[in-house]
C-alpha cells in the first residue's frame, strides 16, 4: 500500500508527466467516446480521477463531469491540468464507497486504474472493499447507463495477462459476479528517448522494467489495458 499511497499523495506531477504519454495511438480515447458518446450535458461521473485523465476526454466533448479523488495532491494536479484544457468539470475530495451523488443521477460512471490497487491494499478484504464501490455505482447510474472499467492488463510484456493473480482473480470476479464484459486495449507508452522512458517510469513501475526499457532500447513501452463495461437495465 505505501508505494502507490506515497506516489499519489507526493509524486502526482511526475505521475500526470508519466500517463501524459500513454496511449500512443489514441485507442482508449476512441473508445471511449465511442461507447460513451460524451456530449450535450451527459452526466459523467470518474471515480478515482487522479489528474484527469478522463475528465479532460470527456469534457472537451461538452459532457457535465464530475471527478472525484481520495488524494488531495491529485486532485492539485487536476485542477492544473483542467486549467490548462480549455474545458471544465467539477472536483470533489472524497470516498468512492460513499458518494455525494443522487441516485439516478449519472449517465454513465467511470473508475480507472483505482480498484485493482484494493487487492494489494487489502489482500485479505478486496472482495467486500470493492463491492462497496460497485453497489455505489451502480447505484447512482440511471437505467440504461453505462459502467465502465479499467484496469492494467501488464506493461512491459508483449501479450496482455493480469501482473498478478490477485488482479486475474479480481478481473474474473468483475465478469462472473458482476456481469462485465471485457475488451483488451493496446495503450501504449511513448517517450522521446530511450533515457526518457527510463526517467518518466521508473519511479512508479520499478527498476525491473527500467533495466528491461534499457536492455531493448525502448522509448515505446508495450501497455495492455483492460476494459470492463456494463450496461443498466431498463429500470
Known sequence: MEHFHRIYTHDAVRYRQMIAAEDADGQLRAILLDLLQPNNGKRIVDLGTGT????????KEHAFVIGLDIHPAML?????????????????LGDMSSLPI?????????????????CG??????HARIASVLKEMHRIARPLGRLLILETLAT?????????????????????????????????????????AVERTAFFFGEALASTIRAK????????TGLWTKQMPSG
Open 121 to 126: 491494499w487489502y489482500p485479505h478484504e478486496w
Open 217 to 224: 532500447g525502448w522509448k515505446r513501452i508495450p501497455e495492455w
Open 52 to 59: 484527469g485523465r478522463l475528465p479532460s476526454i470527456f469534457a
Open 102 to 118: 443522487p441516485t439516478g443521477w449519472a449517465d454513465a460512471v467511470t473508475a480507472a486504474w483505482s480498484l485493482g490497487h484494493f
Open 76 to 92: 492539485r494536479q487536476n485542477q492544473k491540468v483542467r486549467a490548462a484544457s480549455g474545458a471544465d468539470w467539477e472536483l470533489i
Open 156 to 196: 512491459g510484456a508483449e501479450h496482455p495477462n493480469p501482473p498478478t493473480p490477485a488482479l486475474e482473480a479480481y478481473y474474473r470476479w468483475l465478469e462472473m459476479e458482476w456481469g462485465f464484459e471485457r475488451r483488451i486495449l493496446r495503450t501504449d507508452y511513448l517517450f522521446a528517448s530511450v533515457d526518457e
